[in-house]
């Protein structure tokens, strides 16, 4: 089983970026997709999930109206669209799967599944 994130990088503040996070070893049929993102010094900090059985998304505050979670499950691929993105957005970001989805999603303890991370960096 393996989680690969792609799609960070460098953005100017405003900008967008579009996270991809493909997995193999596993067919996505009943689980939860989550992104998270990570600071150093500061802990796991989730942002958006997505049930692939349904669709249903969630959305953390910091990110509600700007990110955009979907999924492609012929793809076995799950997608962070990121736009007007700020400075405080910088951080390394992993998506992970939970197994058996269940509230609540934003649990770092929850997830059976990482990928490495991806760096997204937003600065002028």
């Known amino acids: 089983v393996q989680l690969v994130e792609s799609g960070g990088g460098f953005v100017q503040p405003g900008g967008s970026l579009k996270l991809s996070c493909v997995a193999s070893g596993f067919i996505f049929d009943d689980y939860g997709v989550a992104w998270f993102r990570q600071v150093p010094g500061n802990e796991r900090e989730g942002l958006s999930f997505i049930k692939t059985a349904d669709g249903s998304t969630a959305y953390a505050d910091a990110v509600k109206g700007r990110f955009v979670i979907s999924s492609d499950n012929v793809k076995n691929t799950v997608y962070l669209q990121m736009n007007s993105l700020k400075p405080e957005d910088t951080a390394l970001y992993f998506c992970?799967?939970?197994?058996?989805?269940?509230?609540?999603?934003?649990?770092?303890?929850?997830?059976?599944?990482w990928g490495q991370g991806t760096q997204v960096t937003v600065s002028s």
């Open positions: 992970a799967v939970d197994l058996l989805p269940l509230p609540p999603w934003n649990l770092t303890s929850r997830y059976d599944y």
